[in-house]
């Protein structure tokens, strides 16, 4: 007879995950800025961070949210990264 060792573990992470999940769904929040300022940018992107981190930032350890959380900030970025940079091309493009 064996014995698998380690399942008590994953299934503690298994079920953070979980949680996390699960305060992530749904509205975040809502964030404005200036297209035209890299500070109003930047601010907009450590507010949607926090707005990250304040829900699910207990978890961070945690070996399969931590990579999760990462991706999702990096995913907000690069999303208001395009939205700065559509808003300003628009601009340009009916000047």
């Known amino acids: ?20 999940l699960d305060e992530l769904d749904g509205e975040l929040g809502t964030v404005q800025f200036d297209p035209h300022d890299p500070a109003s940018i930047e601010t907009a992107i450590q507010s949607v961070c926090q707005m990250v981190d304040s829900r699910v930032g207990q978890y961070a ?19 208001i990264v395009q939205k700065a940079a559509k808003a300003r091309l628009q601009v340009e493009e009916n000047e």
């Open 61 to 79: 350890a945690n070996p399969i949210v931590g990579p999760l959380i990462d991706q999702i900030k990096e995913s907000y970025r690069e999303s």
């Open 1 to 20: 007879m064996f014995e698998i060792q380690g399942l008590n573990k994953l299934q503690r992470e298994l079920d953070q995950a979980q949680r996390a």
